[in-house]
């Protein structure tokens, strides 16, 4: 159901919005003020995940975040020990741009035991990391290297190879708290070429940089970092 409201809202053009929250920096004190800004924000989702979280919590933090919204809460992890089975659904990652056979495979197959166990909605999503300017915590965590952003023809082919695979979304990466959000040239480049809904996040800090990825072609942008470090970020 997430699946096919994100494919219907991509045709009649609807923009997508996600706030990501990281569980490493939530409490479960602070998440009244937190959530009541989600709420009136244009915010469509909420993504929960990081690169390095080990999942203390991460329930009790989803059963209150859904006591307090109706957003759906869809999971963004880094590794299997942040999967929770109070969430909505599960961005199933595959991580596109390296190679490293953990991310490719070896996570997502260690996840399964765990995700049989839910009623999660999965969705198979091609995860691509584009070079911003400074190494950022998935090419640390994940041992891999971003690709070039000066290529927007080889990562518009990777996105593509991710859609061939079965790939129902592609993500677009610039790392958290990036230097460089990733340009609107590759976004324009990547959804001219793709079919599949195109996710954008990383390092964007203005409503005019949202605004330059719609415009692009970017469905759903992510903003994790601007609104946790100033929360009237939509105000
Ligand atoms: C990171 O795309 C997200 O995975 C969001 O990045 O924290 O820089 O907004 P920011």
């Known amino acids: 159901m997430l699946h096919s409201q994100i494919l219907s809202s991509k045709k009649n053009n609807q923009k997508l919005l996600a706030i990501l ?25 909420i993504f929960v995940g990081g ?17 307090k919204t109706k957003l759906p809460i869809l999971l963004f992890p880094g590794n299997p020990s942040q999967i929770s089975g109070e969430a909505d659904g599960i961005l199933f990652l595959m991580l596109l741009s390296g190679r490293n056979p ?6 997502q197959v260690n996840a399964v035991p765990i995700l049989e166990k839910t009623k999660l909605e999965i969705i198979s999503t091609g995860y691509i990391l584009i070079e911003s300017g ?19 023809s080889y990562i518009a082919q ?11 979304l ?5 790392g958290s708290g990036a230097k460089n ?15 599949v809904p195109l996710i954008v996040g990383g390092g964007i800090r203005s409503k005019k940089q949202i605004d330059e990825a719609y415009d692009a072609g970017a ?4 903003i994790g970092t601007a609104f946790e470090n100033d929360l009237t970020f939509f105000d």
């Open 181 to 195: 959000c990733v340009a609107p040239q590759i976004i324009k480049e990547v959804s001219s070429r793709i079919s």
């Open 21 to 45: 929250l990281d569980p490493d920096k939530m409490d479960l004190v602070s998440i009244d003020a937190l959530v009541s800004k989600i709420n009136t924000s244009p915010a469509t989702h």
């Open 102 to 107: 953990d991310y490719l495979v070896e996570h």
């Open 170 to 174: 592609i993500y677009l990466e610039a």
């Open 134 to 152: 400074a190494e950022t915590a998935v090419e640390r965590v994940s041992k891999t290297k971003p690709l070039d952003k000066n290529n927007a």
């Open 51 to 67: 690169s390095s979280f080990e999942g203390n919590q991460l329930d009790e933090i989803i059963i209150n975040l859904k006591s």
């Open 158 to 168: 990777t996105a593509k190879a991710g859609e061939f695979i079965g790939n129902k």
């Open 219 to 222: 469905d759903l942008v992510v």
